[in-house]
């Protein structure tokens, strides 16, 4: 079955007539409904051939997403952002039918079997969603929950769970984070004791991305009594089952088209079986899978950064201030053209991370850093957008005010910038001996 699936899509991709008729010039987009002229490719030409990991099937199949998100997504973003909520079953069917969400993941289980780096070029990509809630739940199906899975999962658990969730039949959400139980993730408490050929749970999880509309978790739970990074097992919990209940719908700072819940477990029985991989690998896996989240959100926010340079340059080019516009004043353009250094830095950095992580390496240092930098120039670049737009940036108009709101997670989520921080700390060989 799943060779029937994935087939057909991948010579869908391979026959696309934009694999045949390339266009250098991606950046015939439009915001101009919005005002956006130009866009991050006009700011930074990229060449076919000059580029660093993107070969001219990379740009291929970014242009034909660039082509969804502008016709089934962008349109409802702000509906979307208003009700707390998107449709993420309806908005992951369009997604899966193109094969958006598993191209790197194997054809024999609906995927493109497409390396990783074709997986940024999807992240780079969906930063042209106008607001952070849609791509991160989208994020969390590709390269937060289904890593694992499609590495390690047995053969009935990928059928059961990794293949509706490429086709986009399957919604997924990720069980890591605790109340008691963020950062440090070795002091999870959620329990899952072993009764016959199956296991029972009790507890809870935080904070969970897409946690009110999920098919399944990939729950990170203790399945034994043993050290804290050997108790750990991954397992695909069908979120349907009896005992499985999301207590609420958390309110957010941002990410307000992005639902987030809290989830309780009461004496939830699920099949051994749905381990991922070996029993008590749990946290090796899942510091392997942050690994793909943690670039995936350093590759994702680079295009919105741009975009937001770029609509900060239009408006403040007309908006004129004592005379004159208030781009002419020489703190502002530096400023600009500051960020933009800095964003191109981390663009750098995140394909220097993606082409050594697609050779086999260990990119835990370079990762660690890109996703710091990430949510500390997210911060910033906001910040100082904001500012040049004046009250106008400061009111829900305008994508810059999202922004604001919705990038202050890059900072929390998936990894505090503290954590980032003690990793990169540990690989500098720097930590102080406990
Ligand atoms: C909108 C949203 C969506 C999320 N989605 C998910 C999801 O889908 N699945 C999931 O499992 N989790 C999810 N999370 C949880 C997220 O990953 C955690 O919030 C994050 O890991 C931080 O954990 P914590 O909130 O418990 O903070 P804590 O662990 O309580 O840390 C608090 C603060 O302490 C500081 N700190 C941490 N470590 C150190 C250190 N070593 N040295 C000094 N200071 C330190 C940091 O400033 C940190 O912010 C989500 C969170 C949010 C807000």
């Known amino acids: 079955m799943a060779l029937v699936r994935g087939a057909p899509r991948v010579s869908l991709l391979a026959n696309r007539s934009i694999f045949n008729q390339f266009r250098p010039c991606v950046a015939a987009r439009s915001f101009s409904d919005k005002g956006l002229a130009k866009t991050a490719a006009n700011s930074a030409p990229e060449t076919m051939t ?8 990379h740009l291929a199949l970014k242009e034909s997403l660039r082509k969804i998100i502008d016709q089934e997504i962008n349109p409802h973003v702000d509906q979307w952002e208003a009700e707390g909520e998107f449709p993420a079953h ?8 193109a094969g958006f969400l598993g191209v790197n993941k194997p054809v024999e289980y609906g995927g493109l079997g497409l390396d990783f780096s074709y997986s940024m070029a999807v992240a780079e990509e969906l930063g042209n969603i106008r607001c952070g809630g849609v791509p991160m739940a989208i994020g969390v199906q590709t390269d937060m929950t289904t890593p694992a899975l499609a590495r390690f999962g047995s053969h009935e658990l990928k059928t059961e769970f990794l293949i509706p969730s490429i086709m986009g039949d ?21 329990k899952a004791v072993k009764k016959g050929d ?25 399945t034994s009594d043993g050290p804290p990074h050997r108790n750990k097992s991954l397992i695909c919990l069908p979120m349907n089952l009896p005992g499985v209940h999301v207590a609420r719908k958390i309110d957010k700072l941002g990410m307000w088209s992005s639902d987030t819940a809290e989830v309780y477990f009461d004496d939830v029985h699920v099949p051994c079986k749905n381990v991922i991989g070996q029993e008590g690998m749990g946290f090796t896996y899942q510091m392997l899978q942050f690994q793909e989240e943690r670039l995936w959100a350093a590759t994702n926010i680079l295009v919105m950064m741009d975009n937001i340079i770029q609509e900060t340059i239009q408006y403040t080019r007309q908006r004129k201030i004592f005379t004159q516009p ?10 600009l053209a500051e960020l933009q ?29 890109a996703k710091l930098k990430a949510g500390r120039l997210a911060r910033e670049l906001s ?17 810059v005010s999202r922004f604001y709101r919705d990038a202050r997670l890059i900072s929390i989520g998936g990894g505090a910038d503290e954590v980032m921080l003690e990793i990169i700390s540990k690989y500098m060989e720097m930590l102080p001996r406990k």
């Not at 000059?50 to 099937?57: D, N, R």
């Not at 309806?90 to 039918?97: E, P």
């Not at 191109?344 to 660690?368: H, M, P, Q």
């Open 50 to 57: 000059g580029h660093l990991i993107y070969t001219q099937e």
């Open 90 to 97: 309806k908005v992951f069917k369009v997604l899966g039918n």
């Open 170 to 190: 399957k919604v997924a959400c990720l069980g890591v984070s605790e109340v008691g139980a963020g950062s440090d993730v070795s002091s999870i408490k959620t």
């Open 198 to 222: 199956e296991y029972v749970i009790n507890g809870g999880k935080m904070w969970t991305t897409n946690g009110t509309q999920a098919d399944w978790m990939c729950l990170l739970a203790n």
């Open 326 to 335: 208030v781009l002419h004043h020489q703190s502002v353009y530096f400023r």
């Open 341 to 369: 250094t800095e964003v191109e830095l981390l663009r750098s950095l995140a394909y220097r991370a993606i082409a050594l992580y697609i050779k086999g390496n260990d990119v835990t240092k370079l990762a660690s850093m």
């Open 383 to 399: 910040d100082s957008c904001l500012q040049f737009w004046g009250g106008m940036g400061f009111t829900s108009d305008v994508l």
